[in-house]
């Protein structure tokens, strides 16, 4: 049974940082696609970041800059290190993973990714 847990979710001011982490277990081959996607209130899941296993990222444009996605194969974890937070990052944020590779096709949709953590909470206060 294939697992993503997210963790380091919390509350913090604007202009704050903080790191979510996103532990997968129970592959029996890896995933070529791994990201990060986040439910504000009232709105629809959105893409953040994805990584594939050579590093190749990509970023939702509110968190170009910002936000920075990266991996470790050995402990299969991605993590999401976020800067410069805003009150309108404030969501729930899912961790997810498919096998088709990040560069076929979109990488934001969430219909295309079939693996989903129960989330962890980000709050920023203004």
């Known amino acids: 049974q294939v697992q993503l847990v997210e963790s380091g979710g919390g509350s913090v001011q604007a202009g704050g940082s903080l790191r979510l982490s996103c532990a997968a277990s129970?592959?029996?081959?890896?995933?070529?696609?791994m990201g990060w996607f986040r439910q504000g209130p009232g709105k629809e899941r959105e893409g953040v970041a994805v990584?594939?296993?050579?590093?190749?990222?990509r970023y939702g444009d509110s968190v170009k800059g910002r936000f920075t996605i990266s991996q470790d194969n050995v402990k299969k974890t991605v993590y999401l290190q976020m800067n410069s937070l805003k009150p309108e990052d404030t969501a729930m944020y899912y961790c997810?993973?498919?096998?088709?590779?990040?560069?076929?096709?979109?990488?934001?949709?969430?219909?295309?990714?079939?693996?989903w953590g129960q989330g962890t909470q980000v709050t920023v206060s203004s």
């Open positions: 997810a993973a498919r096998w088709r590779d990040c560069n076929s096709g979109s990488w934001s949709k969430t219909q295309d990714f079939p693996i």
């Open positions: 129970g592959y029996t081959y890896s995933a070529n696609c």
């Open positions: 990584i594939n296993p050579y590093g190749m990222t």
